[in-house]
């Protein structure tokens, strides 16, 4: 998918604030294997488990809503480019046709203040739209984030989950400098896949989000 500059900045903020890391950034989502039930009763009625662990990028990177959100970003900045970009295309045939007066005549100060005009209210445009696509950008992925951080506290609740971690399960790419670092990074070493509920949470999200389900499923996770 194609990214322009503002949509990578707000996504890196992003990362700063929320700790989402690789939202955008890392590709495909490698395969994986889905996990069964957690938190099985015991023969004394307790719990196994009280910690779990999920996959938070895996999770925005399917989750229906998100989606949605983020393709309809897309055609929006997209017809928004195309637009100033026709601005832009005829400015430039404006300074073309100044070429053909003579400097100094009334035409020609009279068509060189109006590109001059132009150019100045069409670059005062290009930033505030800018700022505009960026803070939306930044509230698809909050509101995401924000929903699933209820659907865990619901889903841990019920559960009679005491603790959630976060993990990343891409795998490591030894060619990328910064892959590497993430993995050298991360704060879960191991887990048992007994505990990991991220399928669990996205099959709740996407459910109650009330999107039906697109034709390709999202890969199976390891």
Do not use: C
Not at 72 to 95: G, V
Not at 142 to 160: C, D, I
Not at 162 to 187: I, Y
């Amino acid at each position: 998918m194609r990214t322009t500059l503002f949509a990578a900045t707000i996504v890196a903020i992003l990362i700063a604030t929320l700790g989402v890391t690789n939202l955008h950034a890392q590709g495909q989502v490698p395969p994986r294997t889905a996990s069964p039930p957690i938190n099985q009763p015991t023969a004394s009625g307790g719990i196994h488990l009280s910690i779990a662990v999920i996959d938070v990028t895996y999770i925005l990177d399917h989750y229906s809503r998100l989606k949605q959100a983020t393709d309809a970003f897309k055609r929006d900045m997209d017809d928004a480019e195309a637009q100033l970009k026709k601005e832009r295309d005829a400015m430039a045939k404006k300074a073309e046709k100044l070429k053909t007066f003579k400097p100094g005549t009334p035409d020609y100060k009279a068509l060189e203040e109006e590109i001059i005009k132009q150019e100045s209210d069409w670059k005062l445009r290009v930033n505030r739209q800018k700022g505009e696509f960026s803070e939306r950008d930044a509230k698809n992925f909050l509101t995401a984030y924000q929903e699933l951080s209820q659907q865990v506290k619901l889903y841990a609740e019920r559960n009679g989950i005491s603790l959630v971690l976060r993990f990343n399960g891409a795998r490591v790419d030894p060619t990328n400098p910064q892959s590497v670092q993430m993995e050298l990074s991360k704060m879960v070493m191991f887990y048992h896949k007994d505990i990991d509920i991220t399928d669990q949470v996205l099959a709740e999200l996407n459910r109650n989000a009330a999107i039906a389900t697109p034709r390709t499923q999202p890969p199976p996770r390891r």
